[in-house]
């Protein structure tokens, strides 16, 4: 049975998983090895399929080898997302894997100004209050390692456009982007082009050789990794 550890992640990590032995599901044994290589990725899947966990483990660990402390309003990682709901589901998710290891994080708007003066690793945040931050002086992009667009198909929607547009440019060229989505939409193909610099796709899979919800063009030049059903991964494990 493949396990968490042997994806490659750090034993602080795993051990800070509910399950630490338990069996990753199919996507997660896909993402956080492409993304520990440091590619960018892009994964359309349904919930359930444990999408939040995969990005958090690969940040937590791009962010702890090598260990360094952020600078004060200079996070390594940024988490952009649609709104407070979602931002709190990420914190809780970071909260619950960042147990031994020392990663600070926060929700923009919720005592982030306060971390961030202090250091502050990872901010959680729309792309408005990113930019707000940014305006007051509080927060520099220039150390960003690590983008992650949770929920992407609504973090980068017509509600956000407009402050993403002037966020991007101010991302660092080196980052590495991880985007999470449940379903495609022309507006994720738009801002992914944009984003994503020598990108793998992965696609759910329930048995086809093609998604079957019908991934736009604009994927099609990007080299897929088909998700495989969780019985096929037990076997090759």
């Not at 702890?64 to 004060?72: D, E, L, Q």
């Not at 402050?163 to 989505?181: C, G, S």
Request: with cysteine; charged share 20%; proline share 8%.
């Amino acid at each position: 049975m493949l396990t968490f550890f042997q994806l490659g992640l750090l034993e602080a990590l795993c051990r800070a998983l509910p399950a630490p032995t338990a069996e990753p599901t199919p996507l997660q044994a896909m993402a956080i090895p492409a993304l520990i290589e440091g590619r960018d990725l892009i994964t359309l899947a349904p919930n359930g399929t444990g999408k939040k966990v995969a990005w958090a483990l690969a940040m937590l660990q791009r962010l702890c080898v090598p260990m360094m402390p952020a600078a004060p309003g200079a996070p390594r990682g940024l988490v952009l997302v649609n709104d407070a709901e979602h931002a709190v589901a990420a914190y809780h998710q970071l909260a619950a894997l960042t147990r031994y290891v020392p990663i600070e994080h926060a929700i923009a708007g919720a005592g982030a100004s306060r971390a961030l003066r202090t250091g502050l690793e990872v901010l959680i945040a729309t792309p408005e209050q990113a930019l707000d931050l940014k305006t007051q002086g509080l927060l520099t992009f220039a150390d960003v390692e690590f983008v992650v667009v949770d929920e992407a198909e609504r973090t980068v929607g017509p509600r956000h456009r407009a402050a993403l547009n002037a966020l991007l440019p101010q991302l660092p060229d080196h980052r590495q982007t991880a985007m999470f989505a449940s379903e495609a939409n022309a507006d994720l193909g738009a801002i992914a082009q944009t984003m994503l610099i020598d990108a793998e796709a992965i696609r759910h899979a329930t048995g086809a050789t093609r998604d079957p919800m019908g991934p736009p063009l604009w994927l099609d030049a990007v080299p897929e990794v088909t998700l495989p059903l969780r019985e096929n991964l037990r076997r090759s494990g």
